[in-house]
């Protein structure tokens, strides 16, 4: 191997100098730098990886992303959120967490911190005498927040105790003060009312039926012995 000492090497014409021909290794051994105060243009990289240390400063992990600064830092996220291990999920870590809609700072009346809708719950009819009414039943709520939505189709009902319908129970007890609203429709039913009416009672699990008299007498549940119910009922949860 021959050796050549030199302090610089300059092109004998023009600026272009080429070190080396296609095919050749060009090494630079260990303990050797080679310094580069002029541009040396990404492109030529074209194998093997930069050192995570050389692209900036910090801890390169699975946890930390390179920022635009040039430094390492933990990845970006949502505190206290997960995805639950189902992917595009995000979870509150706490079941009174949850979105707040409207506001930039968290306000709990704009909190929204629950959301489901569901046809099992059981919908249990009783008559006056708190007696169980065999029924079926076409049911369904949606609950947002702590505002509940039910829907109910009440039809094919058999009288055990004293024919009247009273109450059907509701998915979740209402707050003491349930702001309820909603409509209520009888049909095909063998009696002689005025009106019917659907009421929740501060604190109650209950949707009670009430029949509006046509005298002066007081109200009193809904005197049925057959027909078909239809009633649409949002209220407050407790």
Same mark, same amino acid.
């Given at each position: ?7 610089? /090497?300059? %092109?004998?014409?023009g600026? #272009?100098l *080429? ?5 050749d290794?060009?090494? /630079?051994?260990?303990g050797?730098?080679? &310094?580069?105060? =002029?541009?040396?243009?990404a492109?030529s990289?074209? !194998? =093997?990886?930069?050192?995570?240390a050389?692209?900036g400063?910090?801890t !390169?992990?699975?946890?930390? /992303?390179?920022?635009?600064d040039?430094?390492?830092k933990?990845?970006p =996220?949502l505190?206290g959120?997960t995805t ?8 509150p870590? &706490? ?12 306000? &709990?009346?704009?909190l929204?911190?629950?959301?489901e809708?569901?046809?099992?719950? +059981?919908?249990t ?5 708190a007696a169980?009414m065999? #029924? ?15 829907t !109910?189709?009440i039809?094919s009902w058999?009288? *055990? ?9 509701? %998915?979740?007890?209402? #707050?003491a003060a349930?702001r309820a609203a ?7 039913v063998p009696i ?6 659907? *009421? ?5 699990a209950?949707l009670?039926?009430?029949e509006?008299?046509?005298? !002066?007498?007081a109200?009193?549940?809904m005197e049925? +012995?057959?027909?078909e119910?239809?009633?649409s009922?949002t209220?407050?949860?407790?």
């Amino acid at each position: 191997m021959s050796k050549l000492n030199v302090d610089k /090497v300059d %092109p004998s014409t023009g600026t #272009a100098l *080429e070190i080396g021909s296609s095919g050749d290794t060009i090494t /630079v051994p260990s303990g050797a730098t080679f &310094a580069v105060s =002029g541009t040396m243009n990404a492109s030529s990289i074209t !194998a =093997g990886t930069v050192a995570t240390a050389r692209l900036g400063s910090g801890t !390169a992990s699975s946890s930390t /992303v390179l920022y635009g600064d040039q430094t390492y830092k933990t990845e970006p =996220g949502l505190t206290g959120w997960t995805t639950g291990g189902t992917s595009n999920s995000l979870i509150p870590s &706490a079941t009174d967490q949850g979105i707040y809609l409207g506001v930039s700072s968290a306000t &709990a009346t704009n909190l929204l911190d629950d959301y489901e809708t569901s046809q099992t719950w +059981t919908a249990t009819l009783t008559d006056n005498s708190a007696a169980t009414m065999a #029924a079926t039943i076409g049911k369904s709520y949606t609950l947002i927040g702590n505002i509940c939505t039910i829907t !109910a189709y009440i039809h094919s009902w058999t009288d *055990e105790g004293d024919g009247y319908l009273k109450s059907m129970a509701l %998915p979740f007890a209402s #707050a003491a003060a349930p702001r309820a609203a909603g409509a209520l429709s009888v049909y095909n039913v063998p009696i002689n009312y005025k009106g019917v009416v659907a *009421e929740i009672s501060g604190g109650s699990a209950l949707l009670n039926f009430w029949e509006l008299k046509d005298d !002066a007498a007081a109200n009193q549940y809904m005197e049925i +012995t057959g027909g078909e119910v239809m009633v649409s009922i949002t209220y407050t949860i407790a």
